[in-house]
């Protein structure tokens, strides 16, 4: 639950924020220990989906913000003045209230990190250690910058998956709805016709009128039995061993079992690399890097890696031996251990890969494509063959 409070401070006077916590006992917990007097706390209320319209608005806004707020501290502006600077600029009136909210912890005399974790579904893990690391070295500026750029590589591999997917997507869905409108509304319209006539329909014909009527009476079943395969896929994923288990047979998937394989070692090295070049220790950015695959089965071998590295192990032969690297970044990582610069090597694996990502991906987009096409084409050039082979069999007895 997200509930909306106001504080007073004596040096700061009233402060206004919104916090997530499970019960409204639980924040007040929580924000005695601050030290205010706490003057209200309000439970908010959002419609889901604004919600949702609302949190995809935040997360854009989130990579100008790191941009403006680098180049201010750059210029030596303290942290407060350039949140005040930013509130004014601000034209996202989601994130307004953010900064604002980011602001008043600042002057309640909490870190800038702290003053994030109020935000934790707006600000990654990745993003708060980061702004933490940078806090504790004094070199925020820096760090605000590297998370910028770092930010801008995500988007833009994110970007480029998705607009390479958008086409077969839409066209799929073309060819679904056209396959529809033909078997569930014209197919029904010549059937009266050739039921009136009362002629022996050649076999194709049958199929098609008889798929037609099944689709008809029974395509409820078939709805049905989709949504219940999807609560029970979603019902499994939620029991860690059972999704581990699915996780793991999706990597071994023809095509796109390998591609899943590198958009998330991808994830891992950039992610890592990331943490690791702005101070974040080994064992804390594993903890936050696990958090980032979304694979359970590798997150699952990153949880054990993370033991043999704490008992000493090294990190590029502990993942080398699970099967979680491919050769070559085993090669790569190795010589980054052994020179001590294990941060360089894993950013260059994580462009590497992306590379090839993008790659393989316009490779199998232009597959899929034309497949797609034939597909469809074939679909419905059966469906009118058939119709037009049964009327030519009327004309032929009413000659």
Do not use: C
């Amino acid at each position: 639950m997200i509930f909306k409070y106001r504080l007073l401070s004596t040096s700061s006077g009233v402060i206004e924020g919104e916090k997530e916590a499970a019960s409204k006992v639980d924040l007040i917990k929580e924000l005695r220990k601050s030290g205010h007097i706490i003057l209200s706390i309000q439970q908010v209320e959002k419609n889901k989906r604004f919600g949702l319209l609302l949190n995809r608005a935040h997360k854009k806004a989130v990579l100008p913000f790191t941009l403006e707020l680098s180049t201010l501290l750059e210029g030596g502006i303290p942290i407060d003045k350039s949140l005040s600077i930013l509130i004014a600029a601000q034209e996202n009136k989601p994130m307004k209230v953010v900064v604002e909210d980011l602001l008043n912890g600042v002057k309640s005399g909490k870190s800038f990190a702290d003053a994030l974790n109020n935000h934790i579904k707006l600000f990654t893990s990745v993003y708060i250690n980061m702004i933490r690391a940078g806090e504790e070295g004094g070199v925020l500026a820096q760090v605000l910058k590297r998370l910028g750029a770092f930010q801008e590589k995500v988007q833009k591999t994110r970007g480029e998956i998705i607009s390479a997917m958008i086409y077969p997507i839409l066209l799929s869905a073309t060819g679904i709805i056209s396959v529809g409108a033909l078997v569930i509304y014209v197919i029904p319209k010549f059937a009266q016709i050739f039921e009136g006539v009362g002629i022996s329909l050649p076999f194709s014909t049958m199929m098609i009128l008889g798929l037609s009527h099944f689709s008809i009476r029974y395509g409820w079943v078939f709805v049905i039995a989709v949504i219940v395969g999807m609560l029970l896929y979603k019902r499994a994923m939620k029991d860690k061993q059972t999704s581990i288990k699915l996780d793991q047979k999706k990597l071994k998937l023809p095509f796109i079992g390998n591609l899943i394989w590198k958009v998330q070692i991808s994830r891992f090295a950039r992610t890592l690399g990331t943490l690791l070049e702005n101070g974040v220790p080994l064992l804390k950015s594993m903890d936050i890097v696990k958090d980032v695959i979304s694979n359970r089965y590798l997150a699952d071998i990153l949880g054990s890696v993370k033991q043999n590295v704490k008992d000493g192990a090294g990190l590029t032969i502990s993942l080398a031996i699970r099967g979680f690297l491919p050769e070559i970044a085993v090669h790569l990582l190795k010589v980054g251990e052994e020179t001590g610069r294990l941060d360089h090597m894993l950013l260059k694996v994580a462009d590497s890969f992306d590379a090839d990502v993008e790659q393989r991906m316009k490779r199998l987009i232009t597959l899929v494509e034309p497949m797609l096409i034939l597909l469809m084409g074939g679909v419905i050039g059966i469906v009118v063959v058939s119709m037009l082979t049964a009327i030519m069999s009327v004309n032929d007895m009413r000659f």
